[in-house]
């Protein structure tokens, strides 16, 4: 994207025709309205980037199908030597011409064809450089723009009015190719020679007429226009090179007519070509020299003041620019409201005269308003830079600190950010995104350390725990699921066009998924959706398709609608690490095992509501699979799903468990009173949720739950990695089956056996490092960490008292099963319940030997209301080897 530099916003609108309210098409639903394929297509536009073009940035519908695009605007034209009366010189006129030819060339290989060419839209720089605009109407209106007829290309003309299918909606009209453009391009280089329009004084009609008759004339163009004597007077100075390209840009037939690149290969073109050649090439020695050279370079702040001008904005790019100016209130409705262009008749005088029947009305007047304005409302930077006035030149080139310097505890780079801005940074996540200055520091410092990616993913994890810039949100997303490489060609290498046996689930998939948003729901969204599937399908033979995928895939898409290839290796590489195996042609056996560990965290974190929605039947199998084959994207809308997504990304492939117990727990009070049929209803359709709250939330409950609690035996393995890729930046992001496994690790739980606790397992290992085990044999030190940071410990020995004596782990409490419960299922009163009554907000570890005493015990707290209670897995036998067990003291 390139700088502002002196370039302003330019806001132009038209408006899109209407689809009759009762339209359907050939597969039953309603046409999509032609805004909506309009916002699809001018996606594209957004990509083109050339010193020769003005950037489009940015379009946006509004009522009665008004659409409003922004793109870089310059306020000088070449119109403005017309309107001087005076011709170019043919130097001048072939140097600007050649400007004009580089930007043409560079549509047409992006198969864009103007065909709105004229002098208005060939704006020009303070420095003096050619930018083409309003490039796009044609492309973007789905080759049914409205061109000035002046300019028009003779197989224009000859095409007719446009025509469209009643039943599609899609232009069946002959599609205008880049020849028009050559054709355009020779009538502007003839008028800037005479200094006049060629059909200056003439009507609509007249204009028609004239082209017609130069039609059907037997002469060339040229020579028929220099019928005119005051024409042919001012082309007689003309070399004959430039009558040659005038004749090879004029000719009717666009089957002889010469391509824009031929055109630019003409012998006249021969010195601007060498000099385009010669700056690139002066640029590059350049560029070598300063990467070879051993030079005293300035500091800092002498860079900074020496090489940029005190307008440092204008050194950032327009997207970046025009963001910040919505955030500091530019308002779009407003300014065509203040330029009069948003002035619609009321519509009781649009009422038709009389109707029929079939729906069909007649004697309806047309708004005025409607039709193609071409006037260009230019935005005002004021306010923008009113907010920005206080932030100092150096915030604009944040340094990027080596990161030896700065370490954590935990061996992590600190925050190279804001400081002042910290206070900030506490405010609620939506407040922040609306902060104009606090998103200015967010979006400068993630720019800079993505252009250092992968040297700097440690900063950018570190970061991205406190908020991502929705701006940047795609590759910072990338970044933290290691996308790298050689992304298109993995892409184009996968055959997508071919049809396979998924397609047809694919189409039936596609217009279900997140229709609500604009852009997904638009045919260009729903071409890339089926891409963008297909290649993941063909990419991973192993699986197969499953409903679900398309909308995984949806914020990838909406995030990186420009680049297919980066929303497939995000998803390619998200997959894998939450959904491993999900995808199987028989994915029952982890469904199951998912859900299982699902609701032993739902009794770990809150008994009493999984006691009550077991007892009424409402399991996990009937409203969460949702949840988790698609991470919530099927259950929450895009805007949502982005920032439960900001925080799932940095946490491990247990995190989505967590998520779904904070939901359940914000729906507590509902979900207690209410019986099966309710909760039924009440999932039937998501009810609101405070995604905020939520993920906050979730975080707390993986916090406090024992890493080995959510182990899988179908989650993904082990993957070696360079402990530098990504920071262990905490307990929350650590993953207990990215860790070597020992006999003291988890192994492999029958389902059945899974599916009938109510508890969740930990692993003999987990127990050591969570616990105050000093063990004196190995000497193994205390692991217990700082409050807040790891779950705290009780170990709760249920073996028989005369077992206990021999043998137990150091700090643990004995409740022998056998009498520890009344006839009424209540705990007995003695010393060591009130003991484990007191430390009832700690995580209750039941520890027994390797029958089912331990299990019993742990199933009749959790019936009795006690959080956070598991099992040690394998039992206390798998301490015989490690030297940790003790002999209590004779009165615990």
């Known amino acids: 994207m390139p700088a502002l530099g002196s370039a302003e916003f330019g806001v132009r609108t038209f408006y899109a025709a209407s689809h009759p309210n009762d339209k359907c098409g050939p597969n039953g639903l309603p046409l999509t309205p032609?805004?909506?394929?309009?916002?699809?297509?001018?996606?594209?536009?957004?990509?083109?980037?050339?010193?020769?073009?003005?950037q489009y940035l940015d379009i946006s519908?509004?009522?009665?199908?008004?659409?409003?695009v922004i793109s870089e605007h310059h306020k000088s034209s070449v119109k403005e030597k017309l309107n001087s009366g005076q011709g170019l010189s043919e130097n001048a006129a072939v140097s600007l011409g050649f400007q004009i030819l580089e930007g043409l060339t560079f549509l047409h290989e992006k198969n864009v064809v103007h065909r709105n060419l004229s002098m208005d839209n060939i704006l020009v720089e303070k420095q003096g450089n050619i930018k083409l605009s309003e490039y796009g109407l044609y492309y973007m209106t789905d080759y049914g723009a409205d061109v000035l007829p002046h300019y028009m290309a003779p197989e224009v003309l000859c095409s007719g009015p446009l025509k469209v299918d009643e039943d599609s909606g899609q232009c069946i009209q002959p599609i205008s190719g880049p020849k028009v453009d050559v054709w355009s391009f020779g009538i502007i280089l003839l008028e800037l020679l005479l200094g006049r329009e060629v059909w200056s004084g003439l009507s609509l009609q007249e204009t028609f007429v004239k082209l017609l008759l130069l039609i059907k004339s037997d002469m060339s163009p040229l020579d028929y226009l220099c019928q005119d004597a005051s024409l042919s007077e001012k082309l007689k100075g003309t070399s004959k090179e430039l009558k040659d390209l005038l004749r090879l840009c004029l000719t009717v037939s666009s089957s002889k007519r010469a391509t824009s690149e031929e055109v630019k290969q003409h012998p006249i073109f021969r010195s601007s070509r060498e000099?385009?050649?010669?700056?690139?090439?002066?640029?590059?020695?350049?560029?070598?020299?300063?990467?070879?050279?051993?030079?005293?370079?300035?500091?800092?702040?002498?860079?900074i003041a020496n090489d940029f001008s005190d307008d440092h904005l204008s050194q950032r790019s327009m997207q970046e620019v025009y963001y910040l100016w919505r955030l500091a209130g530019g308002d779009l409705d407003g300014a065509l409201r203040k330029a009069g262009m948003s002035k619609t008749r009321p519509p009781i005088h649009l009422l038709p005269c009389y109707g029929i029947l079939d729906g069909d009305v007649f004697g309806q007047d047309r708004d005025n308003a409607e039709l193609l304005n071409n006037t260009v409302i230019t935005l005002s930077q004021e306010q923008l830079r009113f907010r920005l006035r206080e932030i100092p030149a150096t915030a604009y080139y944040p340094l990027l600190e080596d990161e030896s310097k700065y370490l954590s505890e935990n061996q992590l780079p600190a925050s190279p950010s804001y400081g002042d801005l910290a206070n900030s940074a506490t405010l609620p996540l939506v407040i922040r995104e609306k902060d104009v200055e606090y998103q200015f520091h967010r979006i400068i410092l993630f720019e800079r350390l993505l252009n250092a990616y992968p040297f700097k993913r440690p900063y950018i994890w570190r970061e991205a725990r406190v908020d991502i810039p929705p701006l940047v949100r795609a590759h910072v997303w990338a970044a933290i699921l290691e996308v790298e490489g050689d992304l298109e060609g993995w892409y184009t290498s996968i055959d997508k066009e071919t049809p396979t046996a998924t397609d047809r689930q694919i189409e039936v998939d596609i217009p279900r998924c997140h229709q609500y948003h604009e852009l997904l729901s638009s045919p260009t969204a729903h071409a890339k959706f089926k891409r963008v599937l297909k290649a993941w399908v063909l990419s991973n033979p192993q699986y197969v398709y499953w409903q679900g995928l398309d909308s995984l895939c949806a914020p990838f898409l909406a995030l990186s609608f420009n680049s297919?290839?980066?929303?497939?290796?995000?998803?390619?590489?998200?997959?894998?690490?939450?959904l491993h195996k999900f995808f199987l042609r028989d994915n029952s056996a982890v469904i199951q095992e998912y859900l299982a560990v699902f609701s032993h965290l739902i009794s770990f974190h809150d008994p009493e509501l999984g006691n009550h929605l077991d007892g009424i039947g409402f399991i996990p199998d009937l409203y969460a699979i949702p949840w988790f084959l698609t991470m919530y994207a099927h259950v929450f809308p895009l805007h949502k799903i982005v920032h439960l997504w900001d925080t799932l990304l940095l946490g491990n492939s247990s995190f989505p468990l967590c998520i779904g117990v904070a939901i359940l727990q914000q729906l507590r009070d509902r979900l207690l009173s209410f019986g099966f049929n309710e909760c039924i209803l009440l999932f039937s359709d998501m009810p609101e949720i405070d995604i905020e709250r939520c993920v906050q939330d979730s975080i707390r409950i993986f916090c406090s739950t024992p890493k080995s609690a959510t182990y899988r035996q179908h989650a993904r393995p082990l993957k070696p990695k360079n402990s530098t890729d990504r920071p262990n930046v905490s307990y929350y992001s650590r993953d207990y089956h990215d860790q070597p496994q020992t006999d003291l690790s988890m192994e492999p739980i029958p389902l059945e056996e899974l599916k009938s606790e109510k508890y969740p397992r930990i692993s003999a290992e987990d127990l050591i490092e969570l616990g105050e085990l000093a063990g004196s044999a190995n000497s193994r030190s205390p692991t217990k960490k700082r409050q807040n940071s790891k779950p705290m410990i009780v170990i709760l020995d249920v073996r028989h008292h005369e077992e206990y004596k021999r043998g137990t782990l150091q700090g643990s409490i004995n409740i022998p099963f056998q009498t520890a419960f009344s006839p009424e299922g209540e705990l007995n009163p003695c010393p060591a319940v009130q003991i484990l009554n007191s430390r009832r907000n700690?995580?209750?570890?039941?520890?027994?030997?390797?029958?089912?005493?331990?299990?019993?015990?742990?199933?009749?707290?959790?019936?009795?209301?006690?959080?956070?209670?598991?099992v040690l897995h394998k039992g206390i036998d798998i301490f015989r080897t490690t030297n940790l067990l003790i002999i209590p003291p004779a009165d615990i």
């Open 842 to 870: 700690q995580v209750i570890v039941v520890v027994g030997n390797r029958g089912r005493f331990a299990a019993n015990f742990a199933n009749e707290l959790v019936r009795l209301g006690y959080s956070r209670v598991c």
């Open 61 to 68: 519908k509004t009522k009665h199908e008004c659409m409003i």
């Open 34 to 54: 032609n805004s909506v394929k309009i916002l699809g297509r001018f996606q594209y536009l957004t990509t083109l980037s050339h010193p020769r073009l003005c």
């Open 275 to 303: 000099n385009a050649v010669a700056h690139k090439r002066e640029f590059d020695i350049f560029t070598a020299q300063v990467r070879s050279a051993d030079l005293e370079l300035p500091t800092y702040e002498e860079t």
């Open 564 to 578: 297919e290839a980066l929303a497939f290796a995000c998803l390619s590489a998200f997959i894998p690490k939450y």
